[in-house]
């Protein structure tokens, strides 16, 4: 798992990005949602990079200058943005979007906030949303995590690492209690045309694969889907058995077909873990990249 870090929260330019204690509290927080939850890397734009990277060398100690590289080194990526419709802005008369909160909306994603000022150090961040430079009237809320809240979240939080003994060929959803918190937040989809139900399901769908450990595969997704029919399918990245099995959404029902590493049906399974069908051969999954 991924998240974006508040772009906004790394203050002003003019000043140094973090000092000692700052860095300190910085790196307990990953580490904490690194072995609870799985967080891989924290996605950060690419100029502002190299500016974190070399304030790294402002620090006066040997050993913490060493242990911030290491730190940078094993957490931090580049993101590519892509270009989108709608962006996110921190103020109404802001002029100059945050690409990495944009993410996080369209990916309806928590971000991370340094919290060394104060301004930050909040559950929920309200921003706008422009479409072409033009300001929406919808104001928006992106959950924000910081040193002094994540366990607040610790129920919506999405995403999760399996123990090592947890196979997704016999287990693809395994973390039943906080599944179970999040169906019990669902609507009921009764009565939605089909539209209106792939929607829903395409967004729980995603949530409850990153609950369980599993990472969208993007490319396979495209692979699969037509015209006529749509996949979403994850492979097991938070598993240790992480190449032999990938799950796709049952886009008629609250459920996932789970394939193994050659994309064969094994069967289907509800969002709470039960086997519900048998394999099926029509419900197989092309591998080839």
Same mark, same amino acid.
């Given at each position: 798992? /991924?998240?974006?870090?508040? &772009? ?6 003019? =000043? ?5 204690? =700052? ?5 307990k ?9 799985? $967080? ?5 734009p690419?100029? $502002?990079?190299s500016?974190?990277?070399?304030? %790294?060398?402002?620090?006066? !100690?040997?050993?913490?200058?060493l +242990?911030? /590289? *290491?730190f940078?080194? #094993?957490?931090?990526?580049?993101c590519?943005?892509? &270009? ?13 979007? @945050? ?9 309806e ?6 919290? !060394? ?12 949303? !422009? @479409? &072409? ?7 928006? #809320? ?13 129920? %919506? ?7 090592? &003994? ?8 395994w ?12 609507? +009921? %989809? ?8 792939? =929607?829903?399901? $395409? *967004? ?6 990153? %609950?369980?450990?599993w ?13 006529? #029919? ?16 990938? $799950? ?6 609250? =459920? ?13 399974? +509800? ?19």
């Open positions: 798992m /991924k998240l974006p870090l508040n &772009d906004w929260s790394v203050g002003n330019r003019t =000043a140094p990005f973090l000092g000692v204690e =700052a860095w300190d509290n910085f790196i927080l990953i580490k904490i949602l690194n072995n609870e939850y799985g $967080l891989k890397k924290i996605l950060f690419g100029e $502002l990079l500016v974190l990277y070399g304030e %790294i060398y402002t620090i006066n !100690f040997k050993e913490k200058q +242990s911030y /590289k *290491n940078y080194n #094993k957490h931090f990526e580049k590519v943005i892509e &270009d989108s419709v709608e962006k996110v802005y921190q103020k109404p008369n802001g002029k100059i979007p @945050s690409d990495l909160l944009t993410i996080a909306y369209k990916n994603e928590p971000v991370i906030s340094v919290t !060394f000022d104060e301004t930050f150090v909040c559950d929920w961040l309200n921003a706008y949303l !422009f @479409s &072409d430079g033009v300001k929406s009237e919808k104001m928006i #809320k992106i959950l924000n995590l910081h040193f002094g809240n994540y366990q607040k979240y610790d129920n %919506i939080l999405l995403f999760g690492r399996p123990s090592d &003994d947890v196979n997704p060929l016999d287990t693809p959803i973390n039943i209690e906080r599944t179970q918190k999040y169906i019990e937040t669902l609507p +009921s %989809i009764e009565g939605l045309d089909r539209g209106e139900r792939k =929607a829903h399901l $395409l *967004n729980e769908g995603k949530r409850v694969a990153l %609950i369980n450990g990472e969208e595969d993007v490319t396979l997704s495209k692979i699969n889907s037509t015209n006529e #029919k749509m996949r979403c399918i994850f492979r097991p990245s938070g598993f240790r058995h992480n190449d032999c099995a990938y $799950l796709s959404i049952d886009f008629e029902k609250r =459920a996932f077909e789970l394939h193994n590493h050659s994309g064969k049906h094994l069967g289907e399974y +509800s969002y709470s873990g039960q086997k519900n069908q048998s394999a099926k051969l029509n419900h197989d999954i092309r591998i080839k990249r």
